[in-house]
């Protein structure tokens, strides 16, 4: 079973920065589009951010401009640059594919992230 594990969360002022990381298999990363996910207590899990072929990406409205995603071949890793945090970005954050493109994968344990002063 392909596993997927989230890191890099953490507890964060607003106005701060955090940076994800999800190590995916190789057979995975090199063949399919992949997203960031994330769901806040009581609300159901969002698609945040997207990496596809050529690297082209697409974020959602209420993340554009503060996050950034990336991808490393070599380490087979996905990122999630995220800056200027908002209390309302707390949630756990999850990777898997591109669920607009692919069938999803199970999921990881997520990791998560907490703006709060």
């Known amino acids: 079973q392909v596993q997927l594990v989230e890191s890099g969360g953490g507890l964060v002022q607003p106005g701060g920065s955090l940076r994800l990381s999800c190590a995916v298999p190789?057979?995975?990363?090199?063949?399919?589009?992949m997203g960031w996910y994330r769901q806040a207590p009581g609300k159901q899990r969002e698609l945040v951010a997207t990496i596809g072929s050529g690297f082209r990406t697409n974020y959602a409205d209420s993340v554009k401009g503060r996050f950034t995603i990336s991808s490393d071949i070599a380490k087979s890793t996905v990122y999630l640059q995220m800056n200027s945090l908002k209390p309302e970005d707390t949630a756990v954050y999850y990777c898997?594919?591109?669920?607009?493109?692919?069938?999803?994968?199970?999921w990881g344990q997520g990791t998560q992230v907490t703006v709060s002063s």
């Open positions: 190789g057979r995975i990363f090199s063949r399919y589009a």
């Open positions: 898997n594919r591109d669920q607009t493109v692919h069938p999803l994968l199970a």
